[in-house]
């Protein structure tokens, strides 16, 4: 495949279309005797991006895999290409011409990123042995043609969360199929890589595929979508031109209510210094950087992909230890590279991928929240399972946790009740600093304004907030300052009550 070829396979198709690519009515699918969709339904027109929106629980994801082969429906019709279909396997939708990017990203992390696009279709010598040279060309050519600004001879082992995403994105893409599916595919990427994205949709679209596009960044939709679907509980609410709505009617349709948008306060000048942050280094990830959290403040840190924003919240924090310089909390030096101490010092991190190293999946909701705290119940070396209750009730109570019982799994959860489940269980120890790297990511509107209420009343109580978040409404809605950073530097520390998303755009690029 030569470094253009994708370009040359991306052409207009010579076959008129009259019929839908994809229909869908009266989808259903229960769990257990549970309806997780009760009435799916979505119309697909050729050369449209279809956005498919609603809340976290509202049946999305449930509808995308039986549309994809991955679960079987209950009940209800589709039709790809006005012909009815009943796939068994996502093998058979490909076959059809339907590819996903899943929200779950699933790499082979011992295998290349070229492997990984091209898993069980490498390009073979003699018609058996795997041909490595001309599978990295492919590839490498793919990634080149994209946009993505990856090496497709990295081990996956090696790659960020957001890297591997593009390598998921990349994937997809390859197929060229008639229906692509994305299913939150800029929730772990930049601005930046989100609109070399968008160019790679609208070349897809100019050749007559469709994409249905799963996001709850709402400035997305307005941007690379032509149409709508709803869903709510279940069920199809409403669908239309993206053109024919505004951004709070379309809230209204997913959430069921209008959803207030949470003002800040300045907070009281000449507060004491909560953290400092001198002189900070890690290898090439980032270098001397110097800033301050003031009690009651929240600052936010924008910057693109590679700019060294989450290398710089784990060095803070302890994850990973700073080459040179120093983090004062409190008045008190912290220790490199120990999360212990920074946690016993009164530091508390809500992690970018909450279910890699957020959550225990697998375990309840009760132990994913006290599980750092145990120490702090325990009477005469044993927890004190009363003590252990209380604890629980209140943070499900104080977070606005949507569950039936605290012995519930939390792999169970929606996404954003998952993550009021990390920011009671970094409650539990009663942080002075809390620090936060992509918070709302994969979370609906309505649970984005919960945690951004929750951040400002966190910092109202006199606590401090470090904030990273790749969206640019978000830092600029919940920052008080909001630092900038570029290839490893620190930029440049702008007012957020008065800079605008093109100011720090500007900076950052």
């Known amino acids: 495949m030569n470094k253009g070829q994708l370009t040359s396979t991306l052409r207009p198709k010579s076959e008129a279309r009259s019929h839908y690519l994809f229909e869908a009515t009266g989808v259903a699918k229960a769990f257990h005797g549970v309806p997780a969709l009760r009435s799916g339904q979505l119309v697909l027109k050729p050369g449209t991006v279809h956005a498919l929106c609603g809340g976290n629980g509202a049946g999305k994801s449930t509808f995308l895999n039986i549309a994809m082969g991955l679960l079987r429906r209950d009940s209800g019709d589709i039709r790809v290409k006005g012909v009815p279909v009943d796939f068994k396997s996502a093998n058979e939708a490909l076959v059809h011409g339907i590819a996903i990017i899943t929200q779950e990203l699933a790499p082979v992390r011992e295998m290349t990123v070229a492997e990984n696009i091209y898993l069980g279709r490498e390009p073979k010598r003699f018609g058996a042995f795997v041909d490595f040279k001309a599978l990295e060309q492919q590839a490498q050519a793919l990634l080149d043609d994209i946009g993505f600004p990856l090496n497709a001879s990295s081990r996956m082992s090696a790659l960020s969360l957001a890297e591997t995403q593009l390598v998921e994105i990349a994937k997809a893409l390859s197929f060229e199929a008639d229906i692509v599916i994305m299913d939150e595919p800029t929730s772990a990427i930049g601005e930046h890589e989100a609109h070399i994205l968008f160019e790679a949709i609208r070349r897809l679209t100019r050749r007559g595929s469709a994409v249905i596009y799963v996001s709850h960044k709402l400035s997305e939709i307005f941007e690379i979508a032509d149409e709508y679907t709803v869903f709510r509980d279940g069920a199809y609410v409403a669908s239309g031109r993206i053109g024919d709505i505004t951004r709070k009617e379309l809230v209204m349709h997913i959430v069921g209510r209008e959803v207030k948008l949470v003002e800040k306060e300045r907070p009281n000048a000449g507060a004491p210094i909560l953290l400092e942050v001198k002189n900070l280094s890690r290898g090439t990830s980032f270098r001397d950087v110097s800033i301050s959290v003031a009690a009651g403040e929240i600052v936010g840190i924008y910057g693109l992909l590679g700019s060294g924003r989450t290398e710089f919240l784990e060095a803070v924090y302890g994850m990973e230890k700073s080459t040179s310089g120093e983090v004062i909390l409190d008045g008190k030096s912290v220790p490199k590279g120990q999360p212990g101490q920074s946690i016993k010092m009164g530091m508390a991190m809500v992690s970018e991928d909450r279910k890699d190293s957020g959550l225990v999946l697998s375990s309840s909701i009760a132990h994913n929240i006290t599980l750092s705290a145990l120490t702090l119940m325990a009477v005469s070396g044993f927890i004190?399972?009363?003590?252990?209750?209380?604890?629980?009730?209140?943070?499900?109570?104080?977070?606005?946790?949507?569950?039936?019982?605290?012995?519930?799994?939390?792999?169970?959860?929606?996404?954003?009740?998952?993550?009021?489940?990390?920011?009671?269980?970094?409650?539990?120890?009663?942080?002075?600093?809390?620090?936060?790297?992509?918070?709302?990511?994969?979370?609906?509107?309505?649970?984005?304004?919960?945690?951004?209420?929750?951040?400002?009343?966190?910092?109202a109580k006199g606590h401090g907030v470090l904030v990273v978040s790749s969206e640019a409404p978000e830092v600029l809605q919940v920052s008080d300052r909001i630092a900038i950073f570029k290839s490893g530097r620190l930029i440049d520390v702008v007012d957020g009550h008065t800079t605008t998303q093109q100011g720090i755009m500007e900076l950052a690029s």
């Open 384 to 459: 004190s399972q009363k003590k252990e209750r209380q604890v629980v009730q209140e943070m499900i109570r104080s977070q606005r946790i949507k569950t039936s019982s605290s012995d519930l799994s939390v792999e169970n959860l929606s996404g954003g009740n998952q993550q009021k489940v990390v920011f009671a269980r970094c409650l539990t120890t009663s942080p002075k600093l809390l620090i936060c790297d992509e918070p709302t990511r994969g979370i609906d509107e309505g649970s984005k304004q919960e945690i951004y209420a929750f951040l400002r009343d966190f910092a």
